[in-house]
């Protein structure tokens, strides 16, 4: 029989090999002599990136062995196998940039590890240590001179200084060599068990052009101490983004986010001082004292452009009001960004008059003007909204409650109505905002809904509701979903709608995300949002209500008049494919983007915020 590889077109086997992910093509390669020798050839863009597991290494090493080549760039490899994969990978021509090594974490220290570094680390950019059993940083630094992006992280227990660290922290300071170890580093990721003064320092002092500086801790200890303030007298003039996060490390994490400042140049020009602060407060990463944030804000009060402070929800205290006593001083901030379970509105509301440009505490011009908060929903009370609306420089404004997904598991009964006047809200037609984001339990309701839609000057709406406590497509939910307390109604949206077409051109309205409606984002209400003329796109998650004639209705109205560019829906329930390929085919002729999937989710505990922005988290049954 003839080998079927021998009979088709390279661009068939091409297309059908493309579907095959690494462990496919090294199973492949066990079927026949002539397919050990092929399947190399067929699958050179599969072995960009190899990620080496134990149990592949022990079973198939001799097929692996046959995919390395020049075409190598990315390796993932277990610390404990260091010592035989990368003689192969040298012998192979591989031309490895990213290196991410992850132990096993009964494996014993490896006494090799610098002696293997040192025949790939000339030409590593990309460096990832995770959990290793503790080796010097510095040597690290030595051996890998073309470093764009370190991570660094040790093993609970080993936190002490090795005695390489310690002589190679005396060579360095007392050679007569000042050039730094380090000069194109841009992005280092350290644990924060390192001590600050004979660990992150000296490494700091060989990073002059780092941009991002994030403190992680890698095993949610309670015992460590991070010193903020000398931390920041310690980094390089230009450093943009300290990051200080109670997450652990992972494995090459290479965030696009940051990327653009990574790469950013740094020249004569460049300004100096720290532009953004991260600090997420959790069970392991310590709170700063008043004197801590007192001292940091007069280090940082001249440069700082974005502050965000996060306490996790299921921690306990009120400490993450010590960044608030005395209100903290930027004036220039331009974006503010605050979650926690205990917050103090009093305190918060003084550091927000500040930028009131009314008030009498105000000294300076306001340039804040991004702002994003997510509290239980009696946080949001009138003095809150009061202060926030007196921002007249403020032009996108987000507010999360999470109550249904957190307060049953830490404080007993949701709240059952909006905690605030939501005729607060007319003020900001005096102000600039521009994107209004609106999730969560008894944050919003009908009445709010008509007062947003007389706000002419908002370009981006997104309103909706967090559901976390289970799958919300699985068929056994409809007792849940019925249960479910919505004080936004299929009428109230209807109204809403209604209200922002009689403005006709005088709205501003482009981009609109409705999210966990459920039934109550029906045809009718889709109907009804084709007839906003400036919309440009559409984002639906669980609108089960939709079926086929709803969006096919939709579609014909707004691909027609040259404004709609994208239309994403996800969760749906009662569309089908008809519908589905209907509206991609005829969004696709008249240049719009669709996009769709049964499977939708949204995640309350994440910095970012813009829900717009978040990646798309997918449940599968």
């Not at 660290?165 to 730094?180: F, H, M, V, W, Y």
């Not at 289970?470 to 068929?475: E, K, Y």
């Not at 299929?490 to 999210?515: E, M, N, P, S, W």
């Not at 014909?556 to 089908?576: A, F, M, S």
Request: one cysteine or more; proline letters at 5%; charged letters at 20%.
């Amino acid at each position: 029989m003839q080998d079927p590889l021998d009979r088709l077109p390279l661009e068939i086997i091409s297309k059908i090999i493309s579907f095959l992910e690494q462990n496919d093509c090294l199973e492949s390669m066990l079927v026949c002599r002539a397919w050990f020798d092929k399947m190399p050839t067929y699958t050179v863009s599969l072995w960009n990136d190899i990620f080496i597991q134990p149990d592949l290494w022990e079973e198939k090493n001799r097929c692996l062995l046959e995919c390395l080549g020049p075409h190598v760039q990315n390796v993932h490899i277990p610390y404990d196998y260091m010592h035989y994969i990368i003689p192969e990978i040298v012998s192979h021509g591989c031309n490895v940039t990213k290196l991410l090594i992850q132990p096993y974490y009964e494996a014993p220290p490896n006494f090799e590890f610098f002696n293997d570094l040192r025949k790939i680390g000339s030409h590593i950019t990309n460096l990832s240590l995770c959990h290793i059993y503790d080796v010097s940083i510095l040597e690290v630094a030595r051996i890998c001179p073309q470093l764009t992006h370190l991570e660094f992280g040790i093993i609970l227990g080993y936190d002490g200084i090795p005695v390489s660290d310690q002589k190679a922290i005396q060579e360095l300071e007392t050679t007569n060599d000042t050039s730094p170890l380090l000069p194109r580093l841009a992005y280092l990721i350290l644990d924060d068990k390192m001590d600050l003064d004979t660990r992150i320092a000296p490494i700091l002092r060989h990073c002059p052009n780092l941009r991002i500086l994030e403190l992680r801790d890698a095993e949610y200890t309670s015992e460590n101490k991070l010193d903020i303030p000398r931390l920041v007298d310690l980094c390089p003039p230009h450093l943009y983004h300290l990051i200080c996060y109670n997450k652990e490390l992972v494995y090459g994490d290479d965030s696009t986010e940051l990327q653009s400042i990574v790469n950013s140049k740094i020249t004569a020009t460049s300004s100096i001082g720290l532009k953004r602060l991260s600090f997420y407060h959790g069970n392991s990463i310590p709170y700063p004292s008043i004197n801590d944030t007192t001292q940091l804000s007069q280090q940082i009060r001249d440069t700082l452009t974005s502050l965000s402070i996060h306490q996790n929800y299921s921690s306990n205290g009120f400490v993450v009001n010590n960044w608030f006593n005395p209100p903290i001083v930027l004036p220039n901030l331009q974006q503010f960004e605050l979650t926690g379970r205990f917050i103090n509105t009093t305190l918060v509301g003084r550091l927000l008059d500040r930028y009131n440009s009314n008030s009498n505490t105000s000294t300076f011009d306001s340039q804040l003007d991004t702002i994003g908060m997510s509290f239980w929903s009696e946080v949001f009370d009138n003095t809150l909204i009061q202060d926030l609306t007196n921002i007249r420089s403020l032009t996108s404004l987000t507010l999360h409650s999470v109550d249904r997904c957190f307060r049953q598991s830490y404080c007993g009964e949701i709240p059952t109505s909006v905690m605030y006047n939501t005729h607060l809200f007319q003020k900001f037609q005096q102000g600039q905002l521009r994107e209004i984001e609106l999730i969560g339990d008894m944050l919003i309701s009908d009445s709010l809904l008509l007062i947003l839609s007389d706000l002419t000057q908002l370009q981006r709406i997104t309103l909706g509701y967090f559901d976390l406590t289970l799958d919300v497509l699985s068929t056994d939910n409809s007792d849940f979903v019925s249960s479910l307390v919505f004080l936004v109604t299929r009428d109230g949206l209807l109204k809403f709608l209604d209200r922002i077409i009689q403005h006709r051109d005088r709205h501003a309205l482009q981009h609109l995300t409705l999210v966990n409606f459920y039934e109550n984002v029906d045809d009718s209400v889709i109907q009804s949002i084709g007839n906003i003329r400036s919309l440009k796109s559409l984002d639906l998650r669980c609108p089960f209500g939709i079926h086929d004639a709803g969006l096919k209705g939709f579609i014909d109205k707004k691909v027609g008049n040259g404004y709609l560019e994208r239309v994403d829906i996800h969760g749906y329930k009662n569309l089908t494919r008809d519908g589905i390929e209907y509206a991609r085919h005829k969004s696709s002729n008249h240049g719009a983007q669709f996009a769709s999937s049964p499977y939708a989710s949204l995640d309350p505990w994440n910095g970012d915020f813009r829900m717009q922005n978040n990646r798309m988290y997918k449940r599968k049954k």
